[in-house]
Structures are given as C-alpha cells and as structure tokens.
C-alpha cells in the first residue's frame, strides 16, 4: 500500500455504467431512458436483449476503453493507485445463466490490464463494485438496474464469499496479480443498516475467507497460525485438506470452510483459462506469496456510509485494513449549491477524523469528482480540486472518479468534470496529484461554522444523499429526513 494513495477509478470498464459512456452504448445496441430499469441501460440488461453477440460486444469495450495508452497516461500523471470495479459475474461460475446474465470473458481482461498496470508501478484495488443479488437499488453501478434488491441473504453472502476466495487466491498465485494490495467487499451497500440484515456477519466472514486463504499459502497473518501441516504444493488439494483437517475455528467457521470448498472447482477452472501454474504448484520460485509474501488489506465502506446502528467493519479486522469513503456534492445534501458553501463545507470536513475516533483507519476516499449543482467557473474548479485534494490528504489519500468518461457530442461536457485526464489537461488538476495550485485555498472558509447544509442540525451522525454517513460537525439531512440524489445521471434516493 502506498504511503499516500493517488489514484483513479478504473470506471465503466469490467462494470459498464451507459451515462459515461453514451455514444458508445448506442453504437453497441444500448439504450438510453431516465429510470435505468427501463430500458437496456446495464450489462445485465443488454446480455438478456443480446445473448448471442454480448460476449463480442464486451470485448470490444474491454479491449477499446482501458488500453496501454491510458496507463501510459496514468502513469505519466503520477497516478500510483487505480481502484479497479468489478462485477460478482467476472467469477463465471458464480452466474446462474437461468436468470443472470451477463457477458463472458472479463477475468482475462483483468488479467490483461493488471500486467500493464503492474508494468507501469501502479498498484490495484480489486473492488467489488456488483455484488450478487444487487446491493443497492436502482443503480446502473450494480451491473442490474433494478428494486429487487437480493444480496443481503445467506445466499448471496455466499456467492460473494466464493468471489472473495477466488479473488484472494489469484492475487498471491498469479503474477499478473502481483500489484494488486486490497479487496474491497462492498461498494456502497444500502446506507440504511435496518436494510442489511447479516452484514456485520459478512464483514467478519470477508475478512476470514482472505486470511484463511492466506495461511494455507504460507503467508504470515498477524496473531494467527495453522495448526496443520500443509502436505502438498497443489493449491486446490491444500485448500481442501486444510479446510477439512483444521481446528482454527476462529478463522475456519463453517460458512468459511463452505466457501473455501466451492471455490477450489473453480480456481481450478481459472486456472487453466488464465494459464497460471502456480494454483498447481504454488512452491514455485515465481509464485508472487513467495516473493512478495504479504497479507492483502482488507477493504470496507467506513462504518459512517450506514446509519440506524451499523456493524463496524473494524470489529473484522485481522491483519491490515482500510476503509472507504465516497463523497460528491453534486447529488445535493452536502451544502448549499454555491461556491462559498461548497468550499467551508470541504474546507470544514471532519470525515477521517470521525472515524479515526471509532477505529476506521486508515481512511481514503474511494470516490470523489469535480462535478456540482451550479454552473461551476474555471476559477472554482481550480479552488474545488485543491480544496478536496487537501481535505482527502489527511487520510491515506484519494481516488479520482474517474479515469476519464467519454468525450463526444452526445456526451456534452461530461469529461470536463468526471475525467481525471481530461480535468488535468484543463489545468483544474495538477501534474504532480501531491501538490495543490493554491496551498492556502482553504484559509478564507476554516471555522465558518459548523454546517452549511440545508435543514436543521444535529448532534447525532446522519447520513447524507452523496453517498457518505457524516456527524453534523460537517454536514446535516434535510429537514423532513429524506433526500434524492442523482449519482451518474440517475436517480438514487436515500431515506431515514
């Protein structure tokens, strides 16, 4: 892990969002519609219109938005992370093809990109940004637009659990691999706890499926050691003899052990499309756990993203862990849409110091933009990416959404406030991601007071419509409780 993150989302690649992407999309056979769960505006959505040409389609996309000429430009703009989304069906035989579907062939994309990333010293977060059974309502960003949200069930805690092996087991097996540093679990999950039954358990089961992984390859976890030989270099057979030999129950509960199990048909599978030897012979000198045998961090949304008494991801913690926070004021609640608001908002923002104080750290921001709900002047864009840069810099650092978006008619001016690239060549974003244009940027807005949110403040923490659990120390709900937010050019909506 870095000592301070500097990255971009890798978004729209191996989880297709249409709104960034909207000449493209048409051109494909794609749609576009108001209420994403309309018309074919997901991957999910095009596979079931399309199953005959989806997989050539993909790859075509794969193959044509995230090249060798990107990372050479993210390379070139000192980027040192990229936070990389991923969907729950990457892991094909995880998909139940009667009901899901989704185009084939991303893990060899994966593959592909992450060599050259790694070629290029930039370092990867597998996020899982597209859980199965969908996490969040009405969100293009879950691969499937749609109410029926099904993925807080034993079921599908499973499924993700699988995926959270598999995913583990490459990171350390596969050279290409070899950048990747964290797992995230979950992207953005209901904010609203009484809505996510079995989570805290999840957490908790996340984060023993990659230590248990871990310790079969011999890689130290803190605090923690098998209590059974390993007899064999073949991964899978050792997945399976120490998941059915091992007494560790603090790591191996039965949940753990059932995931490891399934995933061992799998990895193999994998293993011979991606052509790694190591998941067959992980003794091998090449075999990134022995050159590089660290424990992988741990990722979680932070415990303020959910309200209504959250688990807290730091009660999973074995080994190293890091924590997400997401926050765009373009989706309103946050501050008052104006310049002044905007920048004593930021410049005010208490985020990683609140969970520092109940164990979230460290803290990055996983996702940020420039985008606002006024008209913004190339002058406040130039303040507004110093100033988030700043505030996000306390932490472990921050991840731009995103790389770039694309830039044609039909998307208008777009790129000029979701593109890192595009924002850099513009002059909003520095060359150098570490340093500001204007270090005192903040100085005319520190201790204005408390809030500038619309509605009435509290004591308590709340959970704002830009996706981000705040205290009221930096930003407040409306008054009546409920707020909408637009996220990407669709609806999102948060109530409390």
């Known amino acids: 892990m870095p000592d301070k993150i500097y990255g971009v989302n890798l978004g729209s690649w191996l989880v297709l969002e249409s709104w960034m992407l909207p000449a493209e999309w048409l051109a494909m056979g794609g749609q576009s519609c108001s209420d994403c769960s309309q018309c074919i505006a997901t991957e999910f959505a095009f596979a079931q219109a399309y199953p005959d040409t989806v997989d050539q389609k993909f790859e075509q996309h794969w193959e044509s938005w995230f090249t060798q000429d990107d990372v050479d430009q993210i390379a070139a703009a000192g980027i040192n992370t990229v936070r990389i989304p991923l969907g729950?069906?990457?892991?094909?035989?995880?998909?139940?093809?009667?009901?899901?579907?989704?185009?084939?062939?991303?893990i060899k994309q994966l593959q592909r990109g992450l060599s050259q990333l790694q070629a290029a010293g930039i370092v990867a977060i597998l996020d899982h940004h597209a859980l199965p059974g969908v996490q969040t309502a009405g969100q293009m960003f879950t691969g499937h637009c749609t109410n029926d949200v099904e993925f807080y069930t034993e079921y599908n805690y499973h499924r993700a659990l699988i995926w959270t092996a598999v995913m583990t087991a490459l990171s350390h097996l596969d050279p290409n691999f070899g950048s990747v540093f964290a797992i995230e679990a979950v992207n953005e999950p209901i904010m609203d706890a009484t809505q996510t039954p079995g989570y805290g358990t999840f957490q908790a089961n996340f984060v023993k499926v990659v230590r248990a992984v871990e310790l079969i390859l011999g890689i130290p976890v803190p605090g923690i050691q098998l209590d059974v030989p390993v007899n064999t270099s073949n991964f899978t057979y050792a997945l399976g003899d120490v998941t059915n030999a091992t007494t560790l129950t603090e790591i191996f509960n039965d949940e753990v052990k059932s995931a490891l199990e399934d995933a061992i048909p799998i990895l193999a599978e994998i293993a011979i499309e991606l052509a790694i030897p190591t998941i067959f012979n992980f003794e091998l000198e090449e075999a990134p756990c022995h050159s590089n045998p660290e424990p992988l961090v741990?990722?979680?949304?932070?415990?303020?993203?959910?309200?209504?008494?959250?688990?807290?991801?730091?009660?999973?913690?074995?080994?190293?862990?890091?924590?997400?926070?997401?926050?765009?004021?373009?989706?309103?609640?946050?501050?008052?849409?104006?310049?002044?608001?905007?920048?004593?908002?930021?410049?005010?923002?208490?985020?990683?110091?609140?969970?520092?104080?109940?164990?979230?750290?460290?803290?990055?921001?996983?996702?940020?933009?420039?985008?606002?709900?006024?008209?913004?002047?190339?002058?406040?864009?130039?303040?507004?990416?110093?100033?988030?840069?700043?505030?996000?810099?306390?932490?472990?650092?921050?991840?731009?959404?995103?790389?770039?978006?694309?830039?044609?008619?039909?998307?208008?001016?777009?790129?000029?406030?979701?593109?890192?690239?595009?924002?850099?060549?513009?002059?909003?974003?520095?060359?150098?991601?570490?340093?500001?244009?204007?270090?005192?940027?903040?100085?005319?807005?520190?201790?204005?007071?408390?809030?500038?949110?619309?509605?009435?403040?509290?004591?308590?923490?709340?959970?704002?419509?830009?996706?981000?659990?705040?205290?009221?120390?930096?930003?407040?709900?409306?008054?009546?409780?409920?707020?909408?937010?637009?996220?990407?050019?669709?609806?999102?909506?948060?109530?409390?």
């Open 88 to 106: 729950y069906w990457i892991i094909e035989p995880l998909v139940n093809r009667t009901s899901e579907f989704y185009p084939r062939g991303g």
């Open 298 to 496: 741990t990722n979680f949304m932070d415990v303020n993203w959910q309200f209504n008494n959250p688990p807290n991801p730091a009660a999973a913690a074995i080994g190293p862990q890091g924590y997400d926070n997401h926050l765009y004021y373009s989706f309103g609640g946050v501050a008052d849409p104006n310049p002044d608001a905007y920048l004593t908002s930021i410049c005010n923002l208490q985020r990683v110091q609140n969970d520092a104080a109940v164990g979230d750290s460290p803290l990055w921001f996983g996702e940020w933009g420039l985008p606002t709900q006024f008209n913004a002047t190339d002058d406040f864009l130039f303040k507004w990416a110093d100033a988030q840069k700043l505030a996000y810099s306390q932490g472990a650092g921050w991840i731009f959404w995103n790389f770039k978006v694309e830039i044609s008619q039909l998307a208008g001016d777009l790129a000029r406030q979701w593109s890192y690239l595009e924002g850099l060549r513009l002059g909003y974003l520095t060359q150098d991601p570490s340093q500001v244009h204007d270090s005192n940027v903040c100085d005319p807005y520190r201790n204005n007071g408390t809030s500038t949110s619309t509605g009435t403040g509290t004591s308590a923490s709340t959970s704002t419509s830009a996706g981000i659990s705040t205290s009221a120390s930096d930003s407040t709900p409306t008054s009546n409780g409920t707020l909408v937010r637009k996220r990407h050019g669709h609806k999102r909506q948060r109530i409390h």
